[in-house]
């Protein structure tokens, strides 16, 4: 099939974004595809461009300045500034955060009736607003930790969510823009960095333990991961930094308790209405309950990220994984219109 990975944009994790479109266009090169890469941001890559990527990863640090997103600005008809980009049979989506991942480039795409990757629209409006994610994770009945929006005050906060607690953007990923304040100092510093957000602001009660995943592939959950990260808290620098965390799959969990978070985390992707795939993450308290922190419509597919090594651990190499959700994306065009799962529901 004829593949345009779109990838880069203008949200602050452009790096992870151009890092998996990299290494997706690369992995669905070798098992026969034809594949173009696009930057919304800024048209088409070379191949020399995407070697480049490859060799570099993914920076420490997001980018300090972002360029505009060309799709997002000028719709489909940007992608007619080549030809093989426009003609693709199935654009696969390796977009992180922003309009890549908020269901903005989503529509587009549906509007034009084109075949990509992923979830729909809503599904990822819902996955990726912290603050609706949750309600609706809970009314699946699904535990999710206690949280406040946009509360700036240190003593609502410190009364209703007690401390310590988490502090982050509602609409970010990848853990930008995540801090952990364990006294009242540290969340008064903290509420104080977060006005400065782009962003709404999420205040989460913090639940201490063991961090899971899971990765739901074809509405199957894929064996779960255990991250151990060298820090407190599973940040940014964590997840794409060599030596930064341990992942661990499949984690070494009683049969029975793996079983509960494949359960849990399948809810979770059918309650927010994800489709072909997704990355849900848990924290095992003392008492051994488990806590849904978010679930992820856009992981993630670089040779660093959680869903690859969840896939392997079932059997499933890198390229497999992608040539399966180029398939999954081609059967939309096979089978017809499909109504697009509705979150909640």
Not at 9 to 24: C, H, K, M, P, Y
Not at 148 to 177: C, W, Y
Not at 196 to 215: K, L, Q, S, W
Not at 218 to 240: M, N, Q
């Amino acid at each position: 099939m004829r593949i345009t990975v779109l990838t880069g944009g203008d949200a602050d994790e452009r790096d992870v974004s151009l890092a998996t479109g990299a290494q997706v266009a690369g992995a669905l090169r070798s098992v026969g595809h034809r594949v173009m890469v696009f930057d919304t941001a800024r048209g088409v890559m070379t191949p020399a461009d995407e070697a480049a990527l490859r060799e570099k990863g993914v920076d420490p640090r997001p980018p300090s300045r972002r360029p505009r997103d060309l799709l997002v600005e000028g719709g489909v008809s940007v992608l007619e500034s080549d030809p093989l980009v426009a003609r693709a049979d199935v654009f696969f989506l390796a977009l992180h955060g922003g309009a890549g991942e908020d269901g903005t480039i989503q529509r587009i795409l549906d509007e034009a009736g084109l075949l990509y990757t992923g979830s729909g629209p809503e599904a990822c409006r819902a996955a990726m607003d912290k603050d609706r994610s949750k309600v609706l994770i809970r009314e699946a009945g699904v535990p999710t930790p206690d949280w406040m929006v946009d509360v700036f005050e240190a003593d609502a906060v410190e009364e209703r969510l007690g401390l310590p607690v988490i502090v982050k953007a509602a609409h970010g990923g990848s853990s930008l823009r995540l801090e952990l304040a364990h006294d009242r100092k540290e969340l008064e510093a903290a509420l104080g960095r977060a006005r400065g957000f782009r962003d709404a602001v999420i205040v989460e009660r913090y639940v201490p333990g063991r961090e899971f995943t899971v990765a739901v592939l074809d509405d199957r959950a894929l064996p779960v991961g255990e991250i151990i990260p060298e820090g407190e808290i599973f940040d940014y620098e964590c997840k794409y930094q060599p030596g930064m965390a341990r992942e661990i799959f499949p984690a070494e969990l009683p049969e029975a308790e793996a079983a509960e978070l494949g359960a849990l985390a399948l809810r979770v992707h059918r309650a927010l209405g994800l489709r072909d795939y997704s990355r849900v993450d848990f924290m095992k308290d003392g008492s051994g309950g488990f806590w849904c922190l978010e679930a992820n419509n856009l992981p993630g597919l670089t040779a660093a990220s959680l869903v690859p090594k969840a896939a392997a651990a079932a059997g499933i190499s890198f390229p497999q994984l992608c040539d399966r959700l180029v398939e999954t994306a081609a059967r939309r065009r096979d089978e017809g219109p499909e109504p697009a799962p509705t979150p909640g529901v």
